[in-house]
């Protein structure tokens, strides 16, 4: 069966710092793996998605992820976070390769932002 | 822009009562799901359907859940009897357009259940 880990609950960094949310990955078969955003009092916003092709997926409002298989690992990344990046972000992975898959999702990170 | 559109917002409701919760998805999606997230907790799969009939459920969903997509707009999820343990956010989502796209799902943003 496929599942993601989320590695830290919170993460806290500096406006301009990285950001490193990290994700590993369980998967029984080729994965296809997404990070969504949840703004406070706000569904949830698809960021970024690996399916096929390129490891280095890159998403809305500068985020990128890269699908390492090795490590099966697919962590996030911001070069410089900024305020508005204070969201909960939920990694998370397909159990199948069409539309009607669903999603199962990681246990969340929460991203604070430090003024 | 599209969009999924929920309703209610939030809803309290007392213990035992029915309660439905309706969705709007992307007008032409093929697949509607529902999840939820207890306060603090992970987002849960509830429910897949899919032409007029659920494709997946998951082991929350017994059978105090029904879902039903009664005309062509709307995708309702009703809990019968509501628990305590029921309070959550319901996101309702929607996907497959066209050719479809693995695991692009649109969420609306969600209902809040209440239940005292």
């Known amino acids: 069966a496929q599942s993601v880990t989320q590695l830290g609950s919170h993460v806290s960094v500096s406006e301009g710092a990285l950001v490193l949310l990290r994700c590993n990955y369980s998967?029984?078969?080729?994965?296809?793996l997404f990070w969504y955003v949840q703004y406070p009092n706000q569904g949830l916003q698809l960021l970024l998605k690996?399916?096929?092709?390129?490891?280095l997926v890159k998403g809305i409002n500068g985020f990128e992820a890269e699908f390492k298989k090795s490590e099966t690992s697919f962590h996030l990344t911001k070069p410089s976070a900024h305020m508005s990046d204070a969201a909960e972000y939920f990694c998370?992975?397909?159990?199948?390769?069409?539309?009607?898959?669903?999603?199962?999702f990681g246990s969340g990170t929460r991203l604070s932002i430090r003024p | 822009e599209p969009e999924v559109t929920q309703t209610p917002s939030h809803q309290v409701t007392q213990m035992g009562q029915e309660v439905i919760l309706r969705c709007v998805p992307i007008?032409?999606?093929?697949?509607f799901y529902w999840y939820r997230q207890i306060l603090g907790q992970k987002v849960e799969f509830l429910v897949s359907?899919?032409?007029?009939?659920?494709?997946?459920k998951s082991e929350i969903f017994d059978d105090q859940f029904s879902v039903e997509r009664p005309d062509g707009s709307n995708f309702t999820l009703k809990i019968r009897s509501t628990k305590l343990e029921d309070s959550a956010m319901y996101f309702c989502?929607?996907?497959?357009?066209?050719?479809?796209?693995?695991?692009?799902?649109?969420f609306g943003e969600g209902s809040r259940l209440t239940v005292l």
């Open positions: 007008s032409n999606h093929l697949y």
């Open positions: 989502a929607s996907s497959g357009r066209g050719g479809g796209r693995v695991g692009e799902l649109f």
């Open positions: 998370a992975v397909s159990d199948g390769d069409s539309s009607a898959s669903k999603i199962i």
């Open positions: 359907f899919y032409n007029n009939e659920i494709s997946e």
């Open positions: 998967s029984s078969v080729p994965p296809y």
């Open positions: 690996y399916t096929t092709g390129a490891t």
